[in-house]
């Protein structure tokens, strides 16, 4: 973008991009020399090991949990598993299930040759590498060949907590003209460490995020797509203490979309921070791979911080997980970056304010697809007031070229919406998209006036906080609660114990597979 509407000075934007980038440098120095009982987990999936044991413990938890009770974690799971495949000839899933059985102790074999080691495991990751550019190449092949919706996307939820249900709910919504599906996880599942396996059928406020219901709900949605003409994208969320394996759970069956913020779990739901930064890493680069949308959180500091006051915040969060996502190898395209709408409506000139933020949001961010939040703070039981607000919302959307555009439905928060509201919900949207769709083009703003100066100031006190939390770093701002108000400290929250220090034999191929830096 050349010009700016807004008036924004393009040296301030790139000034705030080096600072983020600054603290960005930061926390990657800490995350290289780390990992987490829930990435060596993902590296276990990725050489095929899936199942439960006789307990219905998952065999990635029982193979990893074994090796750090063995006190041989930061060896790293690979390094332990192709020294067993050269030693015992079996493959990583009968190993896993002979360790379940008491029947085999990787950690006493004797650790020989390192590259040999190496190489046992080649069969298995170019198997999983192979299979996610597989899911990669269905999703173009679909959209090249019967299409997919104009963009914003209109993005909605099912809940049911049943699989099945899901399905039902999920291809009416496609149907009725929905581009994304999201399928809400169940109440509490991101404190689980472990993922469940299988279809499932008695979550709450949602359903469970297992391999298994992603394969049922992806299947569903190409079915329908095929029959509206329109690819439909699956959402699932890939936050919490098993973060980067849902995301390769996602990547091995063609999810499209996945909430991939560290900061989220962070501050909601109060995961420990250095715990979900090293996930995160990982997690976003089979995202990048996979190529999958991620969509970041920042929406949820409005709900816990007032919307006027703390709009820097969130820009200031945006500009750092754009750092981290680039870091982790995920270009712009993917990064679904979050804000919302969510100012309480009896602020005077409200409209203007969200209307100068989400255009500055996309002059900051220009090639990403923005996930845009519906009002949800300030609902009430007024229907009729409630559908104006959405229409509003819907009008700043496109009118900025906003990217996800999540739906704002009467009866969310009951968890799962009436199909009717959703009908509404998307009736709404395409009324005012369709009858507003250029005004971006045709309309311009006020020199100085209160639409350009908002801007402008939130801009500046973004990079002040920025330029504050790049001299203390990102760590000691999150114990000083800068982002929704709320605090949260370095060595508090779910997780601590999962996480090691790499020793020298630490392996991990798939990083530099992914990012593209070694064939």
């Not at 519906?374 to 039981?381: C, D, L, S």
Request: proline share 3%; aromatic share 8%.
């Amino acid at each position: 973008m050349k010009e700016s509407k807004l008036g924004l000075d393009f040296k301030k934007i790139e000034y705030a991009k080096s600072i983020a980038r600054n603290i960005s440098n930061d926390v990657q120095t800490f995350v290289d020399s780390y990992s987490t009982v829930a990435v060596e987990r993902t590296l276990c999936r990725l050489m095929g090991i899936d199942g439960v044991d006789s307990n219905d413990v998952p065999l990635p938890n029982v193979l990893v949990d074994f090796i750090k009770d063995k006190g041989m974690l930061g060896h790293g799971v690979l390094y332990l598993l192709g020294n067993a495949i050269l030693s015992t000839s079996l493959t990583p899933q009968q190993i896993a299930e002979k360790t379940s059985n008491n029947e085999l102790d990787i950690t006493t074999i004797p650790l020989g040759d390192e590259e040999k080691a190496h190489k046992a495991l080649e069969p298995y990751v170019n198997a999983s590498i192979k299979r996610i550019k597989n899911n990669r190449k269905r999703r173009e092949n679909y959209i090249a060949t019967i299409g997919e919706g104009s963009k914003p996307y209109l993005y909605v939820i099912v809940a049911t907590g049943n699989i099945y249900e899901d399905v039902v709910q999920a291809q009416a919504a496609a149907r009725q003209g929905a581009d994304i599906i999201a399928v809400i996880r169940t109440t509490g599942q991101s404190l689980l460490d472990y993922v469940p396996f299988g279809a499932t059928t008695e979550g709450f406020g949602g359903t469970f995020a297992t391999q298994e219901n992603f394969r049922i709900m992806r299947t569903a949605l190409d079915e329908v797509g095929e029959e509206v003409g329109r690819y439909i994208r699956l959402c699932n969320y890939c936050s919490g203490l098993c973060m980067p394996e849902i995301a390769v759970m996602g990547a091995l069956e063609g999810l499209d979309v996945m909430l991939n913020d560290a900061l989220y779990g962070i501050l909601f739901r109060d995961i420990n921070m250095q715990r979900t930064l090293v996930d995160q890493y990982f997690s976003r680069v089979i995202n990048g791979f996979a190529g999958v949308i991620i969509n970041t959180g920042e929406d949820n500091y409005l709900t816990t911080a007032d919307a006027f006051e703390q709009a820097h915040t969130v820009l200031a969060s945006d500009l750092i997980n754009e750092q981290l996502a680039f870091a982790a190898g995920l270009p712009s395209s993917q990064m679904g970056l979050g804000h919302a709408f969510e100012m309480n409506p009896d602020l005077e000139n409200g409209f203007l304010y969200e209307l100068s933020q989400a255009q500055m949001t996309r002059e900051i961010f220009p090639e990403a697809p923005l996930k845009y939040m519906p009002p949800t703070k300030f609902m009430t039981g007024n229907v009729f007031k409630g559908q104006i607000q959405n229409a509003l919302f819907n009008a700043i959307s496109i009118w900025t070229n906003q990217g996800l555009q999540l739906l704002g439905m009467i009866t969310e928060a009951i968890h799962t919406p009436f199909m009717s509201d959703r009908y509404l919900a998307i009736e709404n949207a395409k009324y005012v998209f369709n009858n507003m769709k250029s005004i971006g083009e045709e309309v311009e703003y006020k020199k100085d006036g209160i639409i350009q100066k908002r801007a402008q100031t939130v801009l500046d006190d973004a990079i002040n906080l920025l330029e504050k939390i790049d001299h203390e770093s990102l760590f000691d701002a999150l114990e000083k609660g800068i982002f929704g108000d709320v605090k949260r400290p370095k060595n508090g929250g779910k997780g601590l114990a999962g996480v090691f220090e790499k020793d020298s034999h630490y392996y991990n191929p798939f990083i530099k597979l992914m990012k593209g830096e070694t064939k």
